[in-house]
């Protein structure tokens, strides 16, 4: 039932490109990113909802396959602050927000 | 506005005592979820609120672990006769609503020796 997230870690130089893969085994309503940096909490990066929408912010976007249950995290120029550990949280009912995270995958930035 | 905080902000008790985690979520948001987080692990669910009931409580490991929100804002976890295996960080989290955008609190950092 835990989703499997690629690769489990990644060494990036500044301003290089990554991207992170989230799979699900059940089918999806939604999708949620975060970001958690150690000893700190995860912060959110986006959500998104079945239907195959992309979205992004600055630099950041993500996708979401609804045919494949499967969301990916893409990563552009990426910078020191964008280290630490992504999360996908994925929610499987309509209106029973109960996500099930993945199992992490650890990005670190260097100079 | 000011987010999710959590208190005590670390706590380390013996095996067999009781605690008490306290959450308060962000003014407003209606749900509210517990996690805990092993290391080197993603956050697993524990219960889920809307208002006052608890709408999921299947994440709770066992009979051990109780969880209230009287009041609809501040929540409790409690753990009885706590276990070395309980030892992890229990996040908080509140949304304006369902499916809607979690946020999390800061965590309490459990440790049963």
């Known amino acids: 039932q835990q989703p499997v997230q690629s690769p489990q870690a990644v060494i990036l130089r500044e301003g290089e490109d990554a991207v992170i893969n989230c799979s699900s085994s059940k089918a999806l309503y939604s999708v949620h990113w975060y970001r958690q940096k150690h000893g700190e909490a995860p912060v959110f990066l986006m959500i998104l909802l079945k239907g195959g929408e992309q979205k992004g912010h600055d630099k950041i976007s993500a996708s979401f396959n609804e045919k494949k249950q499967q969301s990916s995290l893409y990563l552009t120029a990426s910078q020191l602050s964008y280290s630490g550990t992504y999360f996908c949280?994925?929610?499987?009912?309509?209106?029973?927000?109960?996500?099930?995270f993945g199992t992490g995958t650890r990005l670190l930035v260097s100079p | 506005g000011a987010g999710v905080s959590q208190t005590p902000s670390n706590k380390v008790t013996e095996k067999g005592k009781y605690v008490e985690l306290r959450c308060d979520p962000i003014s407003g948001h209606t749900a509210l979820y517990w996690y805990r987080q092993s290391l080197g692990q993603g956050p697993e669910f524990l219960i889920y609120?809307?208002?006052?009931?608890?709408?999921?409580d299947s994440g709770l490991p066992n009979d051990r672990f109780f969880a209230v929100r009287p009041e609809g804002s501040v929540s409790t976890l409690k753990i009885q006769r706590t276990e070395r295996g309980d030892s992890a960080v229990y996040l908080c989290?509140?949304?304006?609503?369902?499916?809607?955008?979690?946020?999390f609190g800061p965590g309490t950092r459990l440790l049963v020796l």
């Open positions: 949280g994925t929610e499987m009912n309509t209106g029973f927000q109960k996500l099930v």
């Open positions: 989290a509140s949304s304006p609503g369902v499916t809607e955008t979690q946020y």
């Open positions: 609120f809307q208002g006052t009931g608890a709408a999921d």
